[in-house]
């Protein structure tokens, strides 16, 4: 399973104007930060590039989700752990306290969400170390 250990939001202090937050855009702002981060020679990959190099079950099209898309899947845990658990997977979390989405705040910052009721949006700096989940449409 992808995410569960630490990964820094991007490889430095770059803005990609990936500001979206609603669901169905964090493709849209995973595809900015993959902009920027190419060309660049980063000594840490961001989380847009560790979503975007995962593959699972044969499946390459994965991304880092919106902050409403991360909300969407705390809101539904229990069922998504429910089912990844009976698949030999990792609950959603995974021990985690927040969980990085791809909406961008600011050049420094961007939306971390607090995993546990109530959910809160907080705005995490870039450098630190949170962890991800990566997500696919279908």
């Known amino acids: 399973s992808c995410g569960?250990?630490?990964?820094?939001?991007r490889q430095g202090y770059v803005e990609s104007f990936a500001t979206d937050s609603a669901i169905g855009t964090g493709k849209a702002n995973?595809?900015?930060m993959l902009a920027i981060?190419?060309?660049?020679?980063?000594?840490?990959p961001g989380a847009a590039v560790v979503a975007d190099e995962y593959e699972h079950d044969g499946f390459t099209d994965w991304y880092l989700p919106s902050?409403?898309?991360v909300l969407e899947m705390l809101n539904n845990k229990t069922i998504?752990?429910?089912?990844?658990l009976a698949q030999?997977?990792?609950?959603?979390?995974?021990?985690?306290n927040y969980l990085w989405s791809s909406t961008e705040y600011t050049q420094y910052r961007s939306a971390l969400?607090?995993?546990h009721s109530p959910y809160n949006r907080v705005s995490g700096?870039?450098?630190?170390?949170?962890?991800?989940r990566p997500i696919r449409s279908f």
């Open 80 to 84: 998504i752990n429910t089912t990844s």
């Open 67 to 69: 902050a409403l898309e």
């Open 30 to 32: 995973s595809d900015k």
């Open 4 to 9: 569960l250990g630490d990964v820094y939001k």
């Open 125 to 132: 700096d870039k450098y630190a170390g949170n962890r991800m």
């Open 113 to 115: 969400l607090y995993v």
């Open 37 to 44: 981060v190419n060309g660049q020679n980063a000594s840490r």
């Open 88 to 96: 030999g997977g990792t609950s959603l979390t995974g021990g985690a």
